[in-house]
């Protein structure tokens, strides 16, 4: 893909008042990054952030979506709901949903599935635990993580993001190495490349402790094109650096 790709999880956190800042520094700050940048948001502030940026390079997205298109499934968004709001990207499968609420793999590679059908890019996020890298499963993992999104949505994968975000980083400080990451990075490109005849238009994000120090060496790596930012995406300064790191 041309020009790198940075996403803000904001996860569960914000306030109107808290986005409406964070909001109108990153949009103002974004003034000549070359990479594409997008945050995304709780879904209740979805139309908050629909109004806040429009018109700027800023584009938004959700965290999760519906593996179902509609009807009696209380308390879930439907791709076609999301749409309505200006969604450019959903967040599939990150590992706090598959750990604390049961997703599996067909779930989140259906979830992919809805939002690609509703014209929203999923952001798959793959990756292993501390246990499964320590006992040398981490190809694995991911490589079931992904086979299961490509089994299902055959041609289209070509339009999908995927993120590989080890669960042992997450919100640890403990970044993986540009090393380790680039590795891992390389597995998922190889398998992507055996199941399109465009695995160019596929981003790969990098997500786990990526911070304003570390990005550069991160995004310098060979297949990594872009960062799924937790923490520091709450914050503009370190949002903004992490952008400028991607837009050399
Ligand atoms: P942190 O950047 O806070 O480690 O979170 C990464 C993440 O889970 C992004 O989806």
């Not at 519906?66 to 076609?80: D, F, I, K, N, V």
């Not at 609420?101 to 779930?107: C, I, K, L, N």
């Not at 990451?181 to 238009?201: D, G, N, S, Y």
Request: glycine fraction near 10%.
């Amino acid at each position: 893909m041309s020009g790198k790709l940075i996403v803000g999880n904001w996860k569960m956190n914000g306030s109107l008042a808290a986005n409406q800042e964070l909001v109108r520094a990153v949009t103002t700050g974004l003034g000549t990054a070359t990479c594409k940048v997008a945050v995304c948001a709780p879904a209740v502030y979805l139309l908050q952030l629909q109004q806040l940026a429009a018109g700027s390079q800023l584009m938004w997205g959700a965290q999760d979506i519906s593996a179902h298109e509609q009807g009696a499934y209380t308390g879930e968004l439907s791709a076609a709901m999301l749409r309505e709001f200006g969604v450019r990207f959903a967040i599939v499968g990150h590992s706090e949903r598959r750990q604390y609420h049961g997703e599996t793999d067909a779930v989140v590679a259906t979830k992919a599935q809805r939002a690609l059908a509703a014209g929203i890019t999923p952001i798959v996020c793959v990756g292993e635990s501390l246990a499964e890298r320590e006992t040398g499963h981490t190809e694995e993992v991911v490589k079931r993580q992904l086979a299961a999104v490509i089994h299902t949505n055959g041609h289209c994968i070509s339009e999908i993001v995927v993120a590989y975000e080890p669960v042992w980083a997450i919100g640890t400080g403990k970044t993986a190495s540009p090393e380790q990451a680039q590795q891992v990075h390389a597995l998922l490109r190889a398998q992507l490349k055996a199941a399109t005849e465009h695995p160019e238009r596929i981003a790969l994000l990098y997500g786990g402790s990526m911070n304003a120090a570390n990005a550069a060496s991160l995004l310098a790596q060979n297949d990594i094109d872009g960062g799924l930012i937790g923490g520091a995406s709450l914050k503009s300064t370190d949002f903004l650096s992490i952008v400028a790191a991607a837009s050399h």
